[in-house]
C-alpha cells in the first residue's frame, strides 16, 4: 500500500498556493504582433495559406498555423498565426473556395511556455515583416496603434528573469506545468 505524505502543512501549501496564482496571473505573458490589412482591403485566404506554407508554418491544432517545436524543451510551437476576425482560425476548404478574407493576422506566442522567448520573439518579428513584404499591411499592436517591439522585447526579459529568480525556467517542465 502506498502512504501518501504531504511536502507542506495546510497553512504553508495554501501560502504557496496564493503565491503561485498571483505569479502566474502576473507573469502568464503571451506577446502578440498584429498585421493590419491595408486601408480599405483584406487579406486573401490563399495568399495567407501560401505565406504561411512559405515561412515553414503548419496548419494545425486549432485550425490556425504553427511553427512547430520539434526541438524539445518548451511548448509545442514557437509561435502560432490567427486572426482575430470570427472565427479566428482558417479552415482549408474555405481556404480553397475562396470564402476567407480577413483584416489582419495575429501573431504570438506564450512567454512563459516558450524555452527561448527572446529568440523566438526575433523569429517571429521576421516572420511579421515577410508576412508584410508578400501581403501588405500595418505592423500593429492590439490597439491598432504602431507595435512597440522594444516594450514587448523588454516584457519578455522580464518575465523571463523573474521566472528564473524564482526557480522557473521558461518552458521548462515546471513552466510548462503552471502556465
Known amino acids: 500500500m502506498a502512504d501518501l505524505k504531504a511536502s507542506l502543512g495546510p497553512e504553508e501549501a495554501a501560502r504557496r498556493a496564493r503565491w ?31 505565406v504561411m506554407l512559405c515561412l515553414g508554418l503548419k496548419w494545425g491544432d486549432m485550425d490556425v498555423f504553427h511553427w512547430e517545436n520539434s526541438s524539445g524543451p518548451g511548448d509545442d510551437a514557437f509561435f502560432s498565426v490567427w486572426t482575430s476576425i470570427p472565427p479566428g482560425y482558417f479552415f482549408p476548404e ?3 473556395a475562396g470564402k476567407v478574407r480577413v483584416d489582419d493576422l495575429v501573431f504570438g506566442f506564450s512567454a512563459p511556455r516558450c524555452s527561448q522567448p527572446g529568440q523566438v520573439f526575433e523569429s517571429m518579428v521576421r516572420a511579421v515583416e515577410y508576412t508584410q513584404k508578400r501581403l501588405g499591411g500595418t505592423i500593429a499592436d492590439e490597439m491598432g496603434s504602431q507595435a512597440d517591439l522594444g516594450q514587448i522585447r523588454q516584457k519578455i526579459r522580464s518575465v523571463g528573469h523573474e521566472m528564473n529568480s524564482n526557480g522557473f525556467t521558461p518552458g521548462g517542465d515546471s513552466a510548462l506545468r503552471l502556465f
Open 94 to 96: 474555405e481556404v480553397a
Open 20 to 50: 503561485l496564482h498571483e505569479f502566474k496571473s502576473r507573469l502568464d505573458y503571451s506577446p502578440t504582433v498584429f498585421l493590419r490589412a491595408p486601408k480599405g482591403k483584406r487579406f486573401e485566404g490563399r495568399d495567407i495559406w501560401d
